[in-house]
Every structure is written in C-alpha cells, then in structure tokens.
C-alpha cells in the first residue's frame, strides 16, 4: 500500500514539468505565429487577426503568450519543484482572465483581442494546471 501512494505521489509530481514544458512550448508557439495574423492591428487594440481561423491576437497577446510560454517552459527545465509553482500561477491567472474574458469582448478595455475560443482555451488551461498543481499538492500534504 505505501508503495502505491508513493507511486501516486511520484506521478502527480512528475507531471508538473510535462505540463510546464507542454504548456510552455503551446504558449511559446502559439505567440510566436500570432504575429503572422496580427499585423497591422493596434498593439492593445481590441481588435486582431484570426490565428487558424479562430482565435483573435493582437501583438501584446502575443507578448503574453510568449511570457507565460518562457516561464512554464523555464520552470519546467529547473525541475518538479520549480514547476508546479508557475503551473499553479498561471492556473490562477488564467481562470479569472477567461471569465472577465466575457465581460470584454465587446469593449475597449479588451486589450488582448479576446474572443470566445480565446476564453474557453484560456479556461481549459486554467483548469489543466491548477488541477494538476492541486492534485499534487494534496499528494504531497498526505505523504
């Protein structure tokens, strides 16, 4: 039985720096081919160009991405411990931004260029790696 939990607990932590560098590269790529679509539009403008089709950029979401993507990514490299912090962090920012998301779209103070896919892809993140932080915080509290 302690075998199993410590299993658990060595899996639950070692997911930290998969999510890290998974999410760290998505975010890195995803910035770097926003502007592909984004030029020409206002750097914080509310309006952006279309990545595939479907999620709207503007040059600062790009920097965004770009940021989030070289601090999951960094995190992940430094190890399991240094990667569930920012994975927890970045859950933490990104579940408020994709439900204030939804007050915006239609504003000014949408600076991001948010749309709707935008929002879910940010809520799937958020509850990706908070999960995931949580989980293995739990797992680690019972040890």
Excluded: C, W
Aim: a positive charge; proline letters at 3%.
């Amino acid at each position: 039985m302690m075998s199993q939990h410590r299993a658990g607990e060595r899996t639950g932590r070692s997911i930290q720096p998969l999510l890290g560098f998974v999410f760290g590269a998505g975010y890195l790529v995803v910035g770097l081919a926003g502007f592909t679509v984004s030029d020409g539009h206002a750097f914080a403008g509310h309006d952006g160009g279309k990545l595939l089709g479907i999620f709207m950029v503007n040059p600062l979401h790009n920097v965004a991405h770009l940021a989030v993507g070289a601090v999951l990514l960094g995190a992940a490299y430094a190890g399991t411990r240094a990667a569930r912090l920012p994975n927890l962090t970045v859950g933490a920012v990104y579940l408020p931004l994709a439900v204030v998301g939804l007050f915006v779209l239609s504003s000014s103070a949408n600076i991001l260029a948010l749309n709707s896919p935008d929002n879910a892809l940010h809520l799937a993140s958020a509850l990706v790696l908070l999960g995931a932080g949580l989980t293995a915080s739990r797992a680690t509290a019972a040890a």
